[in-house]
Structures are given as structure tokens and as C-alpha cells.
């Protein structure tokens, strides 16, 4: 059931009460209807995933939480957004669910992102993040997957399993 307002006084708070009065069912199919499908809806294992279904399963579903990818300033406003929707958890849960989302559902900046940002969206070690960015600086940008896997200590795998993430 969608509530329109048509009166001439609509108030302030209206927006976010009528996401608030939505039933689950009915905002997960807005949510997908607006989001493309989950590029990883698996919630691969690690810190921060327990944290993630424990706060983010009641008013979505959790595949609704990780339905698109993001960018890590992205992902910080979304649970800002979350936080103020009425999601609850420790500051701890919010770091964890922070670093699961970067880690697993970030768009990886390849030629804009620094070395700390290559380490945690594509989750190697600062020596191989350093390694990407000496790549880049010697060969110029990266314009392909492909290019990616010439640098020297960077795992195909690694590129290959987070080929969609990429921006390049
Ligand atoms: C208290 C209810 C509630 C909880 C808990 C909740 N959300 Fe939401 N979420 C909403 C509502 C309402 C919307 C749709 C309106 C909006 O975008 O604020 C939404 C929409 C979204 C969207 C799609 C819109 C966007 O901003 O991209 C994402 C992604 C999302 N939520 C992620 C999360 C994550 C991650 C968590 C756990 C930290 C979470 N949600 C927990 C209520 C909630």
C-alpha cells in the first residue's frame, strides 16, 4: 500500500514516516526496483558479516542492503541514512559492517584510488596496493582487466574474482 499525500500541507516529516509506515515486502521491491541486482548477493565470510544480518535484516532483506555497489564515501553516507531510518547497532557493528561493505561491495577505484583505498576494496596488502600504484605511475592508467593482472605480486584470482568492481 502506497500512501500519496495530496493536500496542500504536506509537512516536513512526511518522506521519511512513509518509508517508515511501509510494509517489508512492499520496500524491498521499491528498493530493487531502483537498485541494480546484487553483483554478490553471497555475503562472503569474514569480519563485520555478522554485524551486517544483525542489523541491516529487519527492515529489508539483506541481499536489499548489498544491492548495488558503492563507493566507500558512498556506503559511509547510505548508513548514515540507515542510522537515521532507526538501524541499530554498537559503534563497533557500524565500523565492522563499514569495512565488510568496502572490502566486499566497493566500487574499486583503479587509477583515482591511493594506496590505502586499493587495500581495503580489493582486500591485498599494503606492499601489493603499493605495487598497483608504482604500475600506474610507470605505465600510466589502467584501461583494462587485463592490465591489472601485469602487476608484479597482484593475483589474477584476486582481479578476476572482483571483476565487476572495477572503475577504471
Ligand atoms: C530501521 C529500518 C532499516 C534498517 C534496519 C536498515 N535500513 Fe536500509 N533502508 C531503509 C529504508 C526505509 C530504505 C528506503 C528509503 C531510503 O533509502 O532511506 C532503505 C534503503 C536502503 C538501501 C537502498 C537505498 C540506498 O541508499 O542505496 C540500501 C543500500 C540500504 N537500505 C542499506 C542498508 C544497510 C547496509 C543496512 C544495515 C546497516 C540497512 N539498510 C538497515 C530502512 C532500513
Redesign the pocket.
Known sequence: MMILWRGPFRPAWFP?AS??V?GAAL?TC??SA??PPAKNPTFPDGPGKA??LK??????G?E?????L?TRD??T???D?????????TDEE?NQ?LEY?DKNYSLIPVNKGDAKQLASTLDVSAATAEAIVKYRDEHGSFTAIDDLKKVPGLDPATVDARRDRFVF
Open positions: 521519511r518509508a517508515a511501509c520496500l521499491m528498493i531502483q537498485t554485524a551486517l542489523v541491516c535484516s529487519d527492515c529489508h539483506p536489499s542492503a548489498v544491492g548495488q558503492k558512498e556506503w553516507k547510505t548508513l541514512e540507515m542510522a537515521a531510518n532507526g538501524a541499530q547497532g557500524w559492517i561493505l
